[in-house]
């Protein structure tokens, strides 16, 4: 079974760079029939779809981060990588990394990742 | 950008009660549409999708229905388990996106 499991600072400081990764187990990162997703979710809010990479790299992000997400792969270990430029305030939140198989949803989830935005 | 919209916001409801929830698009996604679960401090887990198939391992009294903009989801009879929030989420139009939630609370 797939897992999935969000690393990086808990901490970011505002107009800086936050940077988390998603380390996969149980299967291939270059499995052609995936979408690799970043989502993420405001303490006491709804959710929201930050950007998706597709297994060819391909990545597709949400026009309204777009100028400030990158997600990237590092197939050798197995992992993909969000980074968020100039965040302020509004970007705290839970960070989920998640597994969409192609032409469905996403079933396999990290547990999330909490990231404050302070000085 | 399509909108989802769910209602009520709140549902307080007792155990072995009928959960009826409801999600509405802004525009058509055909039959693209997903719910979750999410248990307080957990990430979402998948119950519902393409409006009406139930996930590997989701019990059978959780079931979708629906398609173009008004989806339903329904749970038969509540367990103690199941208070909890829950979202749909589109996937006819990109980005991909996700109602407000309803939280299904104990009476």
């Known amino acids: 079974q797939l897992q999935l499991q969000e690393s990086g600072p808990g901490l970011v400081k505002p107009s800086e760079t936050l940077s988390l990764t998603c380390t996969v187990s149980?299967?291939?990162?270059?499995?052609?029939?995936?979408?690799w997703a970043w989502i993420r979710q405001p303490p006491g809010k709804g959710l929201e779809w930050i950007g998706s990479?597709?297994?060819?790299?391909?990545?597709y992000y949400n026009p309204s981060l777009k100028s400030r997400v990158t997600i990237s792969v590092d197939a050798s270990k197995n992992q993909f990588s969000l980074n968020l430029t100039s965040v302020t305030a509004a970007d705290a939140a839970v960070y989920y990394c998640?597994?969409?198989?192609?032409?469905?949803?996403?079933?396999?989830w990290g547990q999330g990742t909490l990231v404050t935005v302070s000085s | 950008e399509i909108v989802l919209t769910q209602s009520p916001a709140t549902l307080s409801l007792s155990p072995g009660d009928r959960a009826t929830l409801s999600c509405r698009a802004s525009?058509?996604?055909?039959?693209?549409l997903a719910w979750y679960q999410q248990r307080s401090g957990q990430a979402p887990r998948l119950l519902i999708y393409?409006?009406?198939n139930r996930a590997t391992g989701i019990p059978a009294r959780f079931s979708g229905s629906g398609s173009g903009t008004d989806f339903t989801l329904t749970i038969s009879s509540l367990e103690p388990e199941d208070f909890a929030v829950y979202y749909c989420?589109?996937?006819?139009?990109?980005?991909?996106?996700f109602g407000q939630g309803t939280k299904v609370e104990i009476k």
């Open positions: 990479m597709y297994y060819n790299w391909k990545t």
């Open positions: 149980g299967g291939s990162i270059s499995g052609s029939s995936h979408y």
């Open positions: 393409d409006a009406s």
């Open positions: 989420q589109q996937r006819s139009n990109w980005p991909w996106t």
């Open positions: 525009q058509s996604v055909s039959s693209l």
């Open positions: 998640a597994m969409q198989p192609l032409g469905s949803f996403p079933a396999d």
